[in-house]
């Protein structure tokens, strides 16, 4: 007597099963790419506007130099691709203070908006010498 087995109905279930995986393995695997993307976006944010906060901070109208233009600065410090937005926030005194705003872009399909990053910066100007 022979014993039947039911192999034949199984096959191809691994294949589908693996489908499967692979797609859950590929949306982890943008997530963690958008979690790098997004922590990109803050650290330039903030590498913006130390530098237009800087250049603002570096002016001496004494110096007969021509003036740092802030914002180029702030905008040449981020990577191109980011288009930061460079702001003033409130300069006066003997502080330069800065805001650089960029939108986080989206690594994930059918997820259009994560948001911004904004990082403000300030820095003391420079005492010119006597």
Not at 27 to 56: C, E, F
Request: glycine share 12%.
């Amino acid at each position: 007597m022979r014993i039947r087995t039911h192999r034949g109905r199984d096959r191809g279930q691994v294949a589908l099963e693996y489908i499967g995986f692979v797609a859950i393995l590929l949306l982890v695997g943008l997530a963690a790419i958008q979690l790098g993307v997004a922590a990109y976006a803050v650290n330039q944010a903030g590498t913006g506007a130390r530098a237009a906060a800087r250049a603002a901070s570096l002016d001496d109208p004494r110096a007969g130099e021509p003036k740092l233009d802030p914002v180029a600065a702030g905008t040449a410090a981020v990577s191109g691709w980011l288009k930061p937005d460079v702001t003033p926030a409130g300069s006066g005194g003997d502080e330069a203070t800065y805001t650089v705003t960029i939108k986080i872009p989206s690594v994930i399909p059918g997820i259009p908006d994560f948001g911004t990053a904004t990082r403000t910066s300030t820095m003391p100007k420079l005492q010119p010498p006597n």
